[in-house]
């Protein structure tokens, strides 16, 4: 564009020699300085120049002097427009460094966050971590303890729900510990291997299916997700093993949906609703309220049904 004007520009000065024929050409000269790298702008400006003091000389009177006054006002515009160009290129530099430097104070932040959690992570372990395994080895010898002495069911029953809950205590501490470090924790798309697993361990009949498209979920939500599954599958477990038991993740345009449902003989309308005090089901719900969704469980014709649901 600026040698299409410088152009036009020493054409009009060989037409048309009387007036300011010297601004139109030297306008050419101003954009090649702003725009273009120095080494381009200065063949630009030169051939400009060059071209309007020839048209000038030859057909302006004096023609001397007015082709010295072409390449003087020329060569002002072309050192004003490299100070342009220059300001521009440092602010440029300035916004660029300005970006680095603020990307590398989140990145301290970052790692100085990470660090306090490294620390509390180990003070966890140090203390919450070694108490539980502790109680949980207690409880093993107190259970051995009260199979030889012959006991009553009912302390042996509290004494293997006690040592079931140490165990989930220190398994839940380790993953509290491994998400301060930084580690991944679990999410919907892991209920594959909790049902896998489930059924290795109880041999009941369980089954997992996977009701429109999957997608990514914010990670409190897919969380809480995974942990309800969890409980639920642990209830049953512990108060109506062999139920015969279906997990459903169902993918809603508006919000994500996960159900467990366990079918029995006779169903049962109050073992789970008592199961772990309350206290489980308690956490799944609070646990999905602060993912901004619900949790209900309630018995059904047949067992007992836990629905979870997240936004979408």
Partial sequence: MSLLIGGAGVALAALQPNGPVEIAASLGVWIAAVRLAPVPAAAVAGAITIGLATAVGL??????QSAITAT??????AVTGQFIRRGRESQDHAELLLAQLQDAREG??????????S??????????????????IQLQGARKLAVREAVSQGLRAAIERSAELARSGLADARQAVGALRGE???????????VDDFRRDTGADATLRVDGESRSLPAEASLALFRGAQEALTNI?????????????????????????DRVSVPQTTTLAGA???HGLAAVRERAARAGGTARA??????????LEVPA
């Fill in 119 to 136: 620390r509390i992570a180990g003070e966890l372990h140090d203390v919450l971590a070694h108490s539980l395994s502790g109680l949980a």
């Fill in 237 to 261: 477990a512990r108060y109506v093993p062999g139920a015969v038991t279906a997990v459903t993740v169902t993918y809603r345009a508006d919000r994500t949906v996960v159900t467990i449902e």
């Fill in 72 to 77: 003087l006002l020329c060569l002002l515009l």
């Fill in 184 to 194: 991944r924790l679990p999410t919907v798309d892991q209920l594959t291997s909790l």
């Fill in 276 to 278: 772990g005090g309350g």
């Fill in 108 to 117: 301290e932040a970052e790692a100085a966050a990470l660090a306090e959690r």
């Fill in 59 to 64: 057909t302006a009177h004096p023609a001397v």
């Fill in 298 to 307: 309630g018995p059904t014709a047949h067992g007992w049904l836990v629905e």
